[in-house]
Structure formats: structure tokens, C-alpha cells
């Protein structure tokens, strides 16, 4: 059964989608606030996130740049706002999918079904991933290089993973800490270095060409890059 987390401060909205969803087979649950929202992610996992953007304190548009800070769960906006800037901008901070109000319950379901479909498609296809030789197994949770097993505990191995499911992206250290480590982490951005520091040292000795690939961005945190970048000093990335 897949989890939808519905994010509306309207309590009827909240139940209208509730019984809408439930009998499709969707776990719905309720946030009446970005705020509480954000808290449910940090205990529960969720599947798709029905997110309005009109709402007190903390509107959709933040909401949702804070999702996608420790999350790439789909994330469909729900709103009154069809002027095509709004739109814009709501996919500009994350969401893949935008539904005005009032809306139609056949449409709503389609869309979801496509982006939990496609998600299912992604995720099954990220579990094994190559890279020059290079081969990430998230289920036998393996780091190997030309078939030789390389140690690594398991934040290097999910950093590894994460850089290279996501090249070109810029990772700052306080985003990788919330996405490694979690949003109530108490360790500071000193640790991500350190762990930076060990998988380079692993990889290179096991043959990696691993500094062609992960590169520190000065003043901010980390990238990965599938082909040798053109490097200068304008751009400010160096090998660490």
C-alpha cells in the first residue's frame, strides 16, 4: 500500500482527498502545515506528496524546496492557482506534477498512478548501477572495482551512490548531511569532509580514477562528473 502524505491547512480539503484516495488502496496521511509535514519525513517514508501552496506560515513553494532537500519523492501541487508564473515556479522548486482546484478525482488518480509508476521504474533501475568498472550494489550493499571488493562503511557507500545516481548535481555539505545522516543529525559538515577523504583514499587504491570524477566545489560542498570537466579557476572546482 503506498503512502500519500496530503499537505493542505484546510481540514476539509485534507478529508475531501482523504476519501477520495483511500479507496484506491492509498495510506493517506494528513499535514495541516509545512512544518508538520516536514516532520513526518523524518520518522515515516512516503511515497507521493499532494502539496497546496496557498497555506499560513509556510507556504507550498518553501515546502516543497524543503522536500526536495531530503527527498525526491514525487510531489504533485494542489492549488487554486492556474496563472502559468505560478506553475512555473512550483516546478522550478521541485514538483513534477501541478492540479488546480477545483479538481477532477479521475485526473488526480491518473496523474498520480503516472508518477508512482515512474518512480517504480526508477528506483528498480538505481539499484544496481556501473560506472567504468565501477559497481554499486544496494542490496548486497557491495562496492567493487573490476570485481574486487572495496570497503566501505555504509555513509561512504551511500555517498558513492548518491554522486553517481546524480552527476553535474552540486551537493552543499549541509544538504549531504541531511540526506546521509538525517534532518536531527548532530554531527557537523567537518564529518562529511572526513568521509570524503576516506572513500577518495579506498577508491584510489583500488585502481578508481576516482579525482577524474568527484570534485570539491570550493566553498560549498561536492560534485560528481562522468567525463573529465574542463577545470579553472573561474569556476572555482578543485581537487580536494
Known amino acids: 500500500m503506498k503512502t500519500i502524505l496530503l499537505v493542505d491547512d484546510e481540514a476539509r480539503m485534507l478529508d475531501l482527498l482523504g476519501l477520495y484516495l483511500s479507496p484506491h488502496g492509498y495510506r493517506c496521511k494528513k499535514a495541516d502545515s509545512g512544518k508538520t509535514a516536514l516532520t513526518y519525513f523524518e520518522k515515516e517514508k512516503v511515497d507521493l506528496v499532494i502539496l497546496d501552496i496557498m497555506m499560513p506560515e509556510m507556504d507550498g513553494w518553501t515546502t516543497c524546496q524543503k522536500i526536495r532537500e531530503i527527498s525526491d519523492v514525487p510531489i504533485i501541487m494542489l492549488t487554486a492557482r492556474s496563472e502559468t508564473p505560478d506553475v512555473i515556479k512550483g516546478l522550478k522548486f521541485g514538483a513534477d506534477d501541478y492540479v488546480t ?140
Open 101 to 240: 482546484k477545483p479538481f477532477n478525482e479521475e485526473e488526480l488518480l491518473a496523474r498520480m498512478e503516472a508518477l508512482l509508476r515512474r518512480t517504480r521504474v526508477s528506483t528498480e533501475d538505481k539499484h544496481f548501477l556501473v560506472f567504468n568498472g565501477l559497481e554499486w550494489n544496494e542490496e548486497s550493499m557491495e562496492l567493487k572495482y573490476k570485481g574486487q571488493v572495496i570497503s566501505v562503511t555504509p555513509k561512504e557507500f551511500a555517498l558513492i551512490g548518491l554522486f553517481i545516481k546524480n552527476p553535474q548535481k552540486v551537493y552543499s555539505r549541509d544538504h549531504l548531511l541531511s540526506l546521509i545522516w538525517g534532518l536531527k543529525s548532530q554531527i557537523d559538515d567537518r564529518t562529511i569532509d572526513s568521509h570524503i577523504r576516506n572513500l577518495r583514499e579506498k577508491l584510489r587504491s583500488a585502481g578508481f580514477p576516482i579525482d577524474r570524477h568527484l570534485f570539491t566545489v570550493w566553498g560549498i560542498g561536492y560534485k560528481w562528473v562522468n567525463k573529465d570537466p574542463k577545470v579553472s579557476i573561474n569556476d572555482k572546482i578543485f581537487l580536494n
